[in-house]
């Protein structure tokens, strides 16, 4: 039986030790994916859209909510669901922290927000959001984080607890040409309303109504 030296056998946990130190802030630090909110009502899907990150309700316990408080007549009668709410979240320097603006449906009005990773399933928040979030509380993890793109596509593969199933994907990448072989032609651009009857058609197949939260209307106006 080979035995290893006490000085080389601290030396090897010792560096053992410091390399998972340096690798689980890395992993931690990432507040993209879905959260479930603390007191079980709905869930915060949060991805990186145009480098800064974004909120939006991916799932509500009890469907049909409208943002009837919102001081825009216009945007009363909008869905609570698929809705902004986390808003242009910066990285802070130094730390593992992102700061921006909150929505808070309740009474319609934005508000200062900070959100920090803790570990690697929770997600400390410091703002007001849709009633449910006041001066702070911790949202649970319930789906992996969200690989971020060129496109800002969904890379999913798994369905947040308690919500439908989705089946949505990272957008496929073109194949690289090499040599002298000429690429196959490209296929006409879809009309929009195909891009419509295909957008409710991957809706029906993967049962998640809100998808890649980057392309929505009013995370999109402003980081594209």
Not at 21 to 49: F, M, N, Y
Not at 167 to 178: D, G, L, R, Y
Not at 210 to 224: E, K, S, Y
Request: aromatic letters at 4%.
């Amino acid at each position: 039986m080979l035995h290893c030296p006490p000085k080389l056998a601290r030396t090897i946990a010792y560096s053992g030790f410091v390399l998972a130190s340096a690798l689980v802030p890395a992993l931690a630090a990432d507040p993209t994916g879905d959260w479930r909110v603390a007191d079980g009502v709905a869930h915060v899907r949060i991805a990186q859209c145009n480098g800064n990150m974004w909120g939006a309700v991916a799932w509500e316990k009890t469907p049909g909510g409208k943002d009837k408080h919102n001081p825009d007549p216009a945007k009363q009668s909008r869905p609570t669901l698929g809705m902004p709410i986390l808003i242009d979240m910066k990285k802070k320097a130094g730390t593992d922290a992102w700061e921006g603006q909150v929505y808070n449906a309740k009474d319609g009005q934005l508000y200062s927000s900070t959100i920090k990773p803790i570990g690697s399933d929770k997600l400390e928040i410091q703002g007001c959001v849709l009633g449910f979030l006041c001066d702070g509380e911790t949202w649970t993890r319930v789906g992996p984080p969200i690989p971020a793109s060129a496109t800002n596509s969904m890379a999913k593969g798994t369905a947040p607890k308690g919500a439908p199933p989705s089946t949505s994907q990272a957008a496929p990448q073109t194949p690289k040409t090499t040599g002298s072989a000429s690429p196959a032609p490209a296929a006409p651009a879809p009309s929009s309303k195909q891009q419509s009857g295909q957008k409710q058609a991957a809706t029906s197949q993967s049962g998640d109504v809100v998808g890649d939260i980057c392309l929505l209307p009013d995370v999109a106006r402003f980081t594209h």
